[in-house]
């Protein structure tokens, strides 16, 4: 994991770790970071614990996102920062059954944060889908797909 060598501890939580485990082992060992299996509804992480929280376009992949903003807030320590990237406005599938929009962000988890940055953008058709951040040309017209990408405090 290049981008967190200088993290003390990592640690990596999926529903599927245990999985991630058995069929993939060499990479596994090789990510220098512990993997525990988890749910939106328990994080087996201590309150407070946590200085940094990743998210990559992840958030959309669970069954309930009050109860994952819930964990994420609960295991932060207070002045921890939290990186995230949203899907905005993708339709429901059996394996992202959460709907994004900005409004249900803001309310479960970005409310109870200071944000230090906010960048949104339409969805664009290109090779290149990052290409606006990149570009600086950032424009959303509400109610499109879109692409977030916020870091926040919690506070």
Not at 49 to 76: F, G, P, Q, T
Not at 101 to 127: A, C, G, H, P, W
Request: charged share 30%; net charge negative.
């Amino acid at each position: 994991m290049v981008w967190a060598n200088s993290a003390k501890l990592r640690i990596g939580i999926d529903i599927l770790a245990d999985r991630y485990v058995d069929s993939f082992r060499e990479d596994i060992f090789s990510h220098n970071m512990i993997y525990a299996k988890s749910t939106e509804r328990s994080i087996p992480i201590p309150d407070g614990l946590v200085d940094v929280v990743y998210s990559l376009n992840a958030i959309d992949h669970v069954n309930s996102l009050s109860a994952m903003c819930d964990e994420i807030l609960r295991i932060m320590k207070k002045g921890g920062i939290l990186y995230c990237s949203f899907n905005l406005e993708e339709p429901k599938s059996v394996t992202e059954p959460q709907v994004l929009t900005e409004e249900f962000i803001k309310e479960k988890l970005l409310d109870r944060m200071k944000i230090q940055s906010y960048r949104i953008t339409n969805q664009v058709e290109s090779d290149e889908l990052f290409s606006p951040f990149y570009n600086n040309d950032l424009h959303y017209d509400k109610g499109a797909k879109g692409f977030l990408w916020m870091k926040a405090e919690k506070i």
